[in-house]
């Protein structure tokens, strides 16, 4: 195992309380500035804890409470008896979708708005059908769109909005930007949404999304497909969503009712 950089002005041993910040946090600090300059790149495993409290001279259950709050803030993923793994460079300001109901699953809060950046008709070639659950060499009217939030300054996420050809009429709507897709479908064509089917998944940024997602090439994010369905089982829409990592969390809270 590579010997653990020594980083300046790590914090010494001393007795009794430190002034400022616990040591823990002096730690957790020093850490986090080893994680964003690159020491330790996403996807990496840190030292152990020993190497840890070598370093800092102090012992493993300080080195742990550092480690807590680096897995707190998002930064590592701690699995017992595997160690800590780095899965973002620095803490952000995540977007939190709290989702009580069943039809929030589908739709962004009002405050989230939609930038349509380009649009254009494309057939899904082998790569595009597997991705988005559809039929090889079947044809689609492709929007891509920035999505942003008023509590982050980096856009949330980008979509990819997939709609058949026979339902283009929608981008003609005036409220085409604020009103969800899938909603609009249904007031255009008098079609129900029967059946919406919801992948989740871990990705990389795209090389082509990089800069309009302020984010670095290939790192970490949250990838979503979604799939709306008509009452006939026709598919109507797939969305293809990547949220650069640690900018959203879905928050879900279900509740199983009493039998009587």
């Not at 649009?119 to 492709?142: I, N």
């Not at 891509?144 to 949330?156: E, I, N, V």
Request: charge should be positive; aromatic fraction near 6%.
């Amino acid at each position: 195992m590579n010997s653990t950089p020594p980083l300046p002005g790590a914090p010494a041993r001393r007795r009794g309380r430190a002034p400022g910040a616990p040591l823990y946090r002096k730690i957790a600090d020093a850490l986090m500035a080893d994680i964003a300059a690159g020491v330790y790149p996403v996807g990496s495993l840190l030292p152990t804890e020993a190497e840890f409290g070598e370093r800092f001279g102090t012992g493993r259950h300080t080195v742990r409470d550092a480690l807590r709050c680096l897995s707190d803030e998002g930064i590592i993923l701690r699995r017992p008896g595997s160690g800590s793994t780095v899965i973002a460079s620095g803490p952000r300001r995540r977007f939190v979708q709290s989702v009580s109901n069943f039809d929030q699953w589908f739709n962004y809060p009002a405050d989230v708005r939609r930038q349509h950046v380009e649009s254009a008709h494309v057939v899904a070639d082998r790569a595009l059908a597997a991705q988005l659950g559809v039929e090889d060499g079947s044809a689609w009217l492709r929007i891509g769109a920035l999505r942003s939030a008023p509590s982050m300054k980096a856009p949330l996420c980008w979509v990819d909005i997939y709609v058949a050809p026979r339902l283009a009429a929608v981008t003609r709507e005036r409220d085409h930007e604020v009103t969800p897709v899938h909603e609009q479908i249904e007031r255009v064509s008098g079609e129900r949404i029967a059946e919406v089917e919801v992948e989740i998944s871990v990705g990389r940024v795209p090389e082509r999304l990089a800069s309009m997602l302020a984010a670095e090439p290939g790192s970490s994010a949250l990838c979503l497909v979604r799939r709306y369905a008509s009452e006939s089982g026709e598919l109507l829409q797939v969305t293809a969503t990547v949220h650069p990592e640690n900018r959203y969390v879905y928050a879900m809270k279900f509740r199983r009712e009493t039998r009587r």
